[in-house]
């Protein structure tokens, strides 16, 4: 048993007042979760304390919150690993998570903290485990947010069912065994939100289909069985909000309590959209290639090359350029030049084509050399297959040359 | 009055398989859940589910067994039509889209389970049960113009009206608060069973017999609620699920002298011995001394391939290393049996049919019963979907051939009466409702759990009466409209006394062990006296019992062993 303070941002939309922290302190064995935490605050303190609940095993995907910034569900984390983590943040940043999260929470904290409940006999100094409904959310009533707006509507977005060849067959379809696998692992979503309160393109472009839809546009793109794969891939790769609004930033892989990792399904969906030759608007395609080309060329990115090689790629897209290459390449101009002014391009030099420097010694060999690997090693990075991500790294690390690993390190540094 | 020609409560597997099945039928469909439904507990079903599909089994085998399976209680005409039709039903969540593991041929493969003469069982990793969920919804989303979503709709009562016939339910929408009577010509309980009551358990914190206990106060009889089924295998303390696929998958049960207890007990299945029998010797030798301080045995996985653990006990891989801090694929886990399943529920015929015309029962609520003393492991999903449908089309038929007829406003009246007592009670008027269901449940997994007496049983009892009498003036602090779980919570801690009251009533009658119910004052199984099934009906003093017979159709009892 240990104890410890769980701040809460709260919200009661019959009080008419706007969300506030509150404090409860709990008693529980480190190895139980934040949930208990927040149930033995609720049962013990505060009824009216709301937060969506049931299976208490990560299988429900109900009880979706923000526990020290991070989202994730609060019965798949550990009381006791919160409180490190708070602990952590705190001596790093010197402020609570709280503080650093969340602006509303520190007006509250100057005005008016409501203390009434945490028992102030234990006077640990102990850092608040900080807990915060969804992002990307409307707020309903405390912890519990409006997913039917925002969650639900973009899975109905994607026709989240299956469409069948036809008739049914008179036993069950034959596919390959290693098909149901891989979309099993987007299967494995529970629909718990983590992925789109963490997402952040969302925050900028709240059209986004997001995370999770798209993990789930997967399981039906990667099915045999569905008849419309090209159909639903050109959708997704023309919808200005669609898999090309994801940026890459891992957020949705950190947040995903399953292991769905939907951005490597939304990558797969990119994958399979550029393999069926699905023209996009957003030039999402070649835009990818383009970075592939690049680095694999010159080890580090070439600003200079990048619009042009992904909006005409080539020699032949230079010399000869369509019409609409050239009305990309004159509308994405502006960003350049706040990415210049914002000092994002430490050297004008940078911008004249050619003049960006190729890794020195043998290091754009390294580069290369991993592209071989990676292309010979062509697998899915996914849970049902591999295993832990633990035992994944053990085992590219046992198949790594121990001699390229520095090389490596280098060229990502370069 | 929003009204339905069916209306289902409950969006587990029994529900929306009753919903698909009934808008087949033309008809409209309501479907009510308290939450979002693919948040309810069929999610938690982690093996797989039973089928005779392969050319080599027959439906017969996968009948016997699950006779054998419930300790000879189980109806066999309900089992027989589970087990006849049970091939197709799979083929239909196939093509549906339900990710069933192949085989290297790429049809659907099996894996072995617990108390099955051949390996039947149909599985996607170990979720299925999630995965079978999640693909009925795609259907619920896809058929929205048939089907009228109620997602976080909270039922609580049923309207009767002066033929005696059910005619709709009042209803409270979680989001505002706001009540209603929703009007139907048939209305389906899915609401799944009542392991709240029990602490800890492998149930979600929803299960709390909402249906069962619906049904019972509006004078439909329950039957054989004393059989509630401990899993052999969950976390000490936490009560979460490790599923018998592992065992399945060829895991081992150790004592902590690290002997394969089973040997003794079953000595052909071993491990994959029914559930009663595997939770009874496991707590034989943590009772005698032969388990580990904390009160367990253990379960070694690591007997398993790694690579095959990774495909297909993923699910608790994670409750391992999340759960219990335990890499499952290098060391054994701790495990006790822990209360899992009721077997027991609203008495149904075969269609679903309950003793109040106009209502019906499917999936855990009911008691159909295939289950009988001891439910097999992956025929809960099997029983879901087969009634469900059973049950659905059936609705639908009554409905097609009923005039609507109008509830009476004053069972709104009534529950809002009921909400308002609530809600009047004053903080310090009586204990928290929280109290009474810790109280509850520590009674329940004490006294009415692997091994039961009459002494134990009769102190449970007491327990629950006075309990009942304290939730009267039980207070909350939530008085507000929006998300009131407080109050909700209230209401269920009726559900789960109502429930509980009836557990305890049917253990202390049947004066005999069979299934999960194991009587060490009557240690032994009596045919003469005992095949036969207990039901409860409700009346002012409380349950009065009756007996109905046992169908049985081509499987006399015989001595059961493993």
Redesign the interface.
Known sequence: MADYTIKVRRYQPESGEAAYWEEFNVELDPSLSVLDGLLQAKDRDDGSLAVRCSCRAAICGSCGMKINGQSGLGCQTQIGEAQEQANKMAAATGKSAAEASSPVGVEADHSGLHTGHAHTATTTAAVPIVIEPMGNMPVIKDLVTDMESTHWTKIRRVTPWLLPFGEPPEREYIVEPESMVDITQSMACIQCGACVSSCLSMEVDPLFIGPAALAKAYRFVGDPRDAETSERLADLAQDPHGIYDCTHCFSCVDACPKGVAPMDQIMRLRRKAGENGIDDPNSGHSHEMAFVKIIEKKGTLDESMLLQESFAPGVLGKLMPTKRAIKEMIGSLPTAVRGVKAGKMRSLRKLIPGAHHKLPDGAQDEVKAIYKHAEEHNEEFNLYIKGEEGDEEAAVEERLEPASAPGAEEASNG | MPSHDVLVIGAGLAGQRAALAAAEQGVSVGIVSK??P????S??AQGGINAALNPDDTWESHAFDTVKGSDYLGDQDAIEIMAREAPEEI?HM????V???????????TRAFGGASAARTYY??D?TG??IM??LY??L??YSEQITRY?EWFSSSLAIDENGECCGVVTRNV?DGSMELFGAKSVILATGGSGQIWKPTTN???CTGDGIAMAYRVGAKLMDMEMIQYHPTTLAG?G??ITEGARGEGALLLNKNGERFMEKYAPNKMELASRDVVSRAEQTEINEGRGFPDGTVALDITVVP??R???AL??I???GR??A?VDI?REPIHIKPGNHYTMGGVKTDVEGRTDIPGLYAAGEAACVSVHGGNRLGANSLLDTLIFGKHSGRDAAARALRTDWSKPSGKVLEDEQAMVDDINGREKGSGR????IK?ELGQTMDSKVAVFRDEAGITEALETVRRLKEEAKTAY???H???????LM?AIELGYMLDCAECSCIGALERKESRGAQYRTDYPERNDEEWLKHINLEKTEDGPEISYSEVTITQWQPEARTY
Not at chain 2, 94 to 97: A, N, R, T, W
Not at chain 2, 432 to 435: D, F, G, N
């Open positions: 939450v979002h693919v948040r309810s507990h999610n938690a083929l196939e093509h549906l889209g990710t069933f593991h192949r085989n290297a041929e790429g049809k659907l493969g996607v990793a979720i999630q995965a999640h693909v795609e259907q989303m896809k997602e989001a979600a914190l929803i936490k979460f699920l790694k690579k653990i990774h495909e993923r699910e891989v994670l409750v999340d759960f801090g694929t928290r409702v929280s109290e810790l909350i602090d939530d507000g409209s929006v998300f009131n779980q407080d919570g």
